[in-house]
């Protein structure tokens, strides 16, 4: 979940694509379920 919600379809692919790795080393680390926001810089944060 992005934690804006005034972003484009483009901005918001951009910054997935971007943050890829930061996903990828997070879904690593926490057992599912959870929420997780994002911000334009790529930051996560677990909400849940």
């Given at each position: 979940?992005?934690?804006k919600?005034?972003?484009t379809g483009?901005?918001?692919a951009e910054i997935l694509i971007k943050t890829?790795?930061?996903v990828k080393t997070f879904l690593a680390k926490y057992e599912p379920p959870f929420?997780?926001?994002m911000?334009?810089?790529g930051?996560?944060?677990k909400v849940k």
């Open positions: 979940m992005f934690t919600g005034n972003l483009q901005q918001m890829i790795p930061k929420i997780v926001t911000t334009k810089s930051k996560l944060s």
